[in-house]
């Protein structure tokens, strides 16, 4: 199975602050029709997971443009410009580039 | 507006089954895969398996077979996945997830409330 590894495991900020989550694949996630199934969730607590980011960099309906996604191969990166209180929460890559669908171990976005 | 309703919390003994359910509505049930995960307390989600609901044609996670068996109802819009020989290991909530479609690509676009099953004796 693939391994995504995200790192930091936590993350304190301040609001207003950029912050950014790694996530790195243990293998290439890139598929034979050029299409590289990357996708982040934030999971509020309390809360079912809720979409982000698709296909490494495109926005999911209704999510700010202060999320943005960038990254090829084995190594992706969600950028957070500017941090609202309401983005607190674990954040999630995962792949379904190859099967199974496989999830980061989340990284927990909290306040400092 | 799409909907994915869970049933209630489960309190199961060890070595039996459970079978957990997921209503939907808002959109045509039998154009979309379903898929259904589960989240350890404050750890990982593992993705389990999915089901098509024109169809009912499924695909696991190779760690879940012979645990989970996943079905639907299309007349009544509803996806359901049984749990068998249920060990502490299975206490975890589940979700169910739309895996849906924008035309060009694919995505977990709607996730049921989860459900908490706890096996204790």
């Known amino acids: 199975d693939v391994v995504l590894t995200q790192t930091p495991s936590t993350l304190s900020a301040t609001i207003g602050q950029s912050v950014s989550i790694s996530c790195r694949s243990s293998?290439?996630?890139?598929?034979?029709?050029?299409?590289?199934?990357l996708y982040w969730y934030l999971q509020r607590p309390g809360q079912s997971p809720q979409l982000l980011i698709y296909?490494?960099?495109n926005l999911g309906s209704g999510v700010p443009n202060r999320f943005s996604g960038s990254g090829s191969g084995t190594d992706f990166t969600l950028k957070i410009s500017g941090v609202e209180a309401e983005d607190l929460g674990v954040y999630y890559c995962?792949?379904?580039?190859?099967?199974?669908?496989?999830f980061g171990a989340g990284t927990k976005l909290e306040l400092k | 507006e799409v909907q994915l309703q869970q049933s209630g919390a489960e309190l199961v003994k060890p070595g039996a089954s459970v079978k957990l359910s997921c209503k939907t509505s808002?959109?045509?049930?039998?154009?979309?895969?379903m898929s259904w995960l589960k989240q350890m307390p404050g750890q990982n989600i593992e993705w389990i398996g999915n089901?098509?609901?024109?169809?009912?044609?499924?695909g696991y996670n190779q760690k879940f077979k012979g645990k989970a068996t996943l079905t639907v109802d299309k007349s009544s819009s509803t996806a359901y996945m049984d749990l068998s020989s249920l060990t502490s290991e299975d206490s975890a909530v589940y979700f169910c997830?739309?895996?849906?479609?924008?035309?060009?690509?694919?995505?977990?676009?709607?996730w049921g409330q989860g459900v908490m099953v706890t096996v204790s004796s």
């Open positions: 997830a739309r895996w849906g479609y924008d035309g060009t690509y694919y995505y977990f676009d709607y």
């Open positions: 808002g959109y045509t049930f039998s154009n979309y895969y």
């Open positions: 089901i098509y609901g024109g169809n009912g044609g499924t």
């Open positions: 293998q290439s996630l890139l598929d034979s029709a050029g299409n590289t199934y």
């Open positions: 296909l490494v960099s």
């Open positions: 995962m792949q379904a580039t190859h099967a199974p669908y496989t």
